[in-house]
């Protein structure tokens, strides 16, 4: 699978929208983007996923470049409860086995009042 | 309500012994994980299920053993030659057979050294 870069660390003021990228350089045509994230101390929460079309469901957005090879996730009015690691992965289509996926060291969102 | 429950949420070893952390789901799923989180750092696969009475070895499988002989049970027995056991313990689910896109995790279990 894909490997994914994502930064470190990430400040968002509560109330604004929260964007965070993911660079995926090396997908290939058949890899879907996920993302997760995981409140301290618990364990990871699916959010969105999406192969080359804008995605969006009642958590976030998920923009996909044209070239497939980087995506930004979007808190649309970001809230203290969305301060978090978030996690972008690639995984082959709805078959793989999540064994081959990698979760890295993610983005830590820090949202301020 | 349908989840994955693991036991205990903190868990305390002394030297040379084996612990046993529970995780137990209702969802019916068929495969099944087991996970170590360091601090600071990403998941590591140790090992998985994808079939009761069937399991493999993850990324970090040594010092771990595991079994699976209830579809809703994958219990993860970290053993005495495990010698730097302190994590963040993560067990997780999902249908199979690509039924559904998502990873469906417990809420962990911290476990420690004395």
């Known amino acids: 699978d894909a490997k994914t870069t994502q930064p470190p660390s990430m400040d968002c003021a509560e109330g604004r929208a929260a964007n965070l990228p993911c660079n995926h350089s090396?997908?290939?045509?058949?890899?879907?983007v996920y993302w997760y994230r995981q409140i301290h101390s618990q364990g990871p929460q699916y959010i969105i996923h999406?192969?080359?079309n804008n995605e969006t469901n009642e958590m976030a957005s998920l923009i996909i470049t044209e070239d497939r090879k980087s995506s930004t996730l979007i808190l649309p009015h970001a809230t203290l409860r969305d301060t978090a690691v978030y996690y972008c992965?690639?995984?082959?289509?709805?078959?793989?086995?999540?064994?081959?996926?990698?979760f890295g060291t993610g983005t830590k969102l820090q949202v301020i009042p | 309500d349908g989840g994955i429950t693991q036991s205990p949420k903190y868990l305390f070893r002394k030297e040379g012994q084996n612990v046993t952390l529970s995780c137990e789901q209702n969802?019916?799923?068929?495969?099944m994980y087991w996970y170590r989180q360091d601090p600071g750092q990403g998941l590591r696969l140790i090992y998985y299920?994808?079939?009761?009475?069937?399991?493999q070895k993850g990324d970090i499988a040594e010092g771990y053993s595991v079994s699976r002989e209830k579809k809703e049970s994958f219990p993860l027995t970290v053993t005495s030659a495990q010698k730097n056991p302190t994590a963040f313990y993560l067990c997780?689910?999902?249908?199979?057979?690509?039924?559904?896109?998502?990873?469906?995790f417990g809420s962990g279990t911290q476990l420690s050294v004395l």
């Open positions: 999406g192969l080359k």
């Open positions: 997780a689910s999902h249908p199979g057979g690509g039924n559904d896109e998502k990873l469906f």
């Open positions: 992965i690639v995984r082959v289509g709805s078959y793989a086995p999540y064994q081959k996926v990698t």
């Open positions: 969802l019916n799923h068929d495969a």
């Open positions: 299920s994808q079939i009761v009475n069937d399991f």
């Open positions: 090396t997908i290939s045509g058949n890899e879907y």
